[in-house]
């Protein structure tokens, strides 16, 4: 399995919390760089949160203070909590996994792409 699968989404209230999880092989977790990308239509895809093996961690301003992401090799699943939930993160959630350790912040650094889930906060 090459595919991460993302799960946990779905129509929240504002405030929240959510989790989000992404699960994948050994081979996906044994990747440098994981991270969750969000999309809505018409737009690209913008990283939210990325970690590296190396536990340096990237939030976007956006959700900085709101959001934790964390992996659990053990269980090769990564998490996104999400508190303090706004409408505009309402979005398609995406888990990605880049095994080289390059660049890790832009969406074309990751070759690895679940099918995401939706997240909608009224």
């Known amino acids: 399995q090459v595919q991460p699968v993302e799960a946990g989404g779905g129509s929240v209230q504002a405030v929240g919390p959510l989790t989000l999880s992404c699960a994948g092989s050994v081979g996906i977790f044994s990747s440098v760089c994981m991270g969750w990308f969000r999309q809505v239509p018409g737009k690209g895809r913008e990283g939210v949160a990325i970690?590296?093996?190396?536990?340096?961690?990237y939030y976007d301003d956006s959700v900085k203070g709101r959001f934790t992401i964390s992996r659990d090799d053990g269980k090769n699943t990564l998490y996104l909590q999400a508190n303090s939930l706004k409408p505009e993160d309402s979005a398609r959630y995406y888990c990605?996994?880049?095994?080289?350790?390059?660049?890790?912040?832009?969406?074309?650094?990751?070759?690895?792409w679940g099918q995401g889930t939706q997240v909608t906060v009224s």
């Open positions: 970690i590296s093996k190396g536990i340096d961690v």
């Open positions: 990605a996994a880049d095994p080289f350790g390059g660049h890790c912040r832009d969406a074309t650094d990751f070759p690895y």
